[in-house]
C-alpha cells in the first residue's frame, strides 16, 4: 500500500451517478448524506469530480443516451475503483428490464463490485454497501489487482474514444 | 366513458391551426399537452387544452385519420412552450411536424416510432 | 468585449441529482444562449405500459417513473382506471390517498428548498432542511412499509390502513415538524444575504407564466392561481379546505417561499384529513376490464400532471399517454436563461426543481 493509499481509505469519495432509473435511489443518497444517517462518519463524501473519486455509486438501468458518459466517467477515475450498482433497476433493469432504450444493468456496460438491494434501497443498506466497498477498495489496493494504465484493446472493448 | 366535461372540436389538419389561433386565449385557457394516439396504421391527434377558471373543464381539437407521411402543422407561433411536445410527436411516431428536429428523447438510429403497432 | 466561451452544466454535475445537459454560451459571465438536452432519462415507459403490462400491473411501472413524484402517478393512473372500470373508492380509502399526497409533497418541497440553499451558498441550511424531511420519511415508512416507492394505491381503494396509534403519532411529529418549518421559513424571508443570491434572479412576469404555460409553484410564485387540486376532482381537497397558495414576485426567492407556504399549508390539511377520517372500508372490489378513454389531472409537488388512458376491453391498454408538470416547465426554464449570469445558473436551474426521470420517462 503505497503512502497516499493509507489516507485514501479513511477517506473514500464518492461520484454519483443516475443513469435512468426513476430517481428514488438518489433521493436516498441525499438522505444518506445529511444528518440523521451521516455517511461523512465513514469519511465519504460526494464530490462530483470523476478525477478525484475512488468509488462510484451508479444508480438506474443505463439507458442508451447515458451509456457513453457513464463508460467515460469510469475510465477517468483513478485506479484504484470500485463501482457500486444502487438499486433493483441497477441489477439487470428491474422493473425497466428489456425496454427499448434500456441496456440491462450496470454490468453490461462497467464492471460491477457491491450491489445494494431493493428499490429503493433503505439508506442503511446503502451504508452497508459503501463499508463493504471501502473493504474492497483496501484489498484491490493492497493487491495491486488493477492496470496501472488502460491498454488500447480495454479502452476497444469499453467503446470509448479519446476527445 | 370519458368525462363529462371535456369538449371536442373534431377538425381537419389544415384547419386545425386556423383554429386554435382563432379559439386561444392564453388569460383563460392552459394549453396542456399534444397527444397522439395509433388507431391501427392512421395516426389520431389531440390537442389539449384546460380551463383557469371553471372546474374540470378540458377541451380537445381532434383530427382523426391522419396518415403517417403527411407534415403535421405546429402550432408554436401562437403557443410558444408547444414545441416539446411536436418533437416528441416526431420522435415517437416517426411522422413529419413542421419546424422540428429528431431526437429529443430517442438518439439510437435503429429505434424507429416505438408507439406505432407495426414497427 | 471579452470572447464567446461555451460552459457545459452537466449531464453529471455536483448539484444536479440527476442527468440533464445545458450547455451555455457566455460573454464576459452572462449567458447568451443555451442549448439543452433532456433526453438522458429516456427509457421508453409508455411503450412498455401498452405491451408489457397488464392493467392490474402497470401501476408499479408507472409509479417508477419518478421517485418523488411517485405517488402523484399512481393516483394520475388510478383515478383515470377507475373512472373507466366505473368502480369509486370509499372515503376513507380517498382520505389515506389524500394524506400520502401531501407527505409527499411536504417531503419533496422540503427537499427542493434545501437544494437552492445549498448551491446558494448554504450547506447547513440544506443540513436542516433534509433532516427536518427525515420526520416526514419516517411517517411514510410508519404507514406504507417503504420510503420511497409506497405503491399504496390498488384499483377500488388502498392497500393499507392507518390505524389509531397510528393517526396520534402522525399528529404529534407533523407539529413538531410545523414549528422546525416556521423556523426555517422565518430565515428564508428574512434573511438578508439569502435574499441578495435570490431575490430578482430569473424574473418571471404573470403575463409570460400564462403565455409560456408555467405550471406548479413556478407559476404560483409569479401569481398565477393555478392548481389542479382546485382545478380538478380527484380527492376530498375541497372538505378539508384547501387554498392556493400564491406571491407575486416572481424569482428564485418567491419560489422558495410559495414551497415552504404550501408544506405549511399540507401539515395543516394533513392534520384536518386526520381528525375527519372517515370510518369505513378502504377498498371495494371491481368488475371487468377498462374501456374508453379518460383525461386526468392531477397536482404533483411540481405543478399539473396529465393523464391520458385508453383502453379497449383487453387486459391490455391501448395508450398511455403522461405529460408531466416539468415537461410543460423547461420552455421557459430555456427563455430565462438568456441576460443571467453563469454564476446563478444553479439556483435558476434548482429553483424549478426540474425533474428529468419524469420529463422523459
Ligand atoms: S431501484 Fe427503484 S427506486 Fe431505485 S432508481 Fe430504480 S426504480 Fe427507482
Redesign the interface.
Known sequence: MGFFSKFRKKSPWILHYNTGGCNGCDIEILATLAPKYDIERFGALNRGNPKQADILLVTGPVTKNCRDVLRRLYLEMPEPKVVVAMGACGHGGGVFRHLYNVENGVDNIIPVDVWIPGCAPNPRALIDGIVEAIKIWEKKSKDKEYMKNHSKEMIKNLGVNDD | ???PN?EIFETTLEKVVEDIKNWYD??KY????I?G??EGGKLRI?W?F???NE??K?Y?FRVTDVSFDTLIPSIANI???A???EWELRD?FDVEVENTQK??????PN?VA??RKDK | MGNKIVVPFGSQHIALPEPVSFLFDTKNEIITNVKVDVGYVHRGIEKAAITKFEFTNVSYLLTRICGFCSITHAGGYHHGIEKLLDVEAPKRAEYIRLIITELDRIHSHLLANAHVAEVAGYENLFMQGVKDREIVMDLLENITGNRIQYDIYTIGGVRRDISKETAEYIKKQLLKLKDKVLKVYDFYDTDYTFGLKTKGISYISLDDAKKYNVVGPIARASGLATDARAEFDYLPYDEVGFEIQTRTEGDVWARNIVRQMEVIHSIDLILRAIDNLPEGDIKVKYKGRPKGETFVRVEAPRGECFYYLKGNGTKVLERVRVRVPTYSNIPILKELFVGEKYSDAQPIVLSFDPCMSCTAR
Open positions: 366513458m370519458i368525462n371535456v392564453y388569460k392552459h394549453y396542456v399537452t397527444n394516439v395509433d389531440d389539449i384546460a380551463d383557469y372546474k374540470n378540458m380537445v403557443i410558444p412552450s414545441w416539446m411536445a415517437m431526437g429529443i428523447f430517442i438518439k439510437d429505434i416505438p408507439l
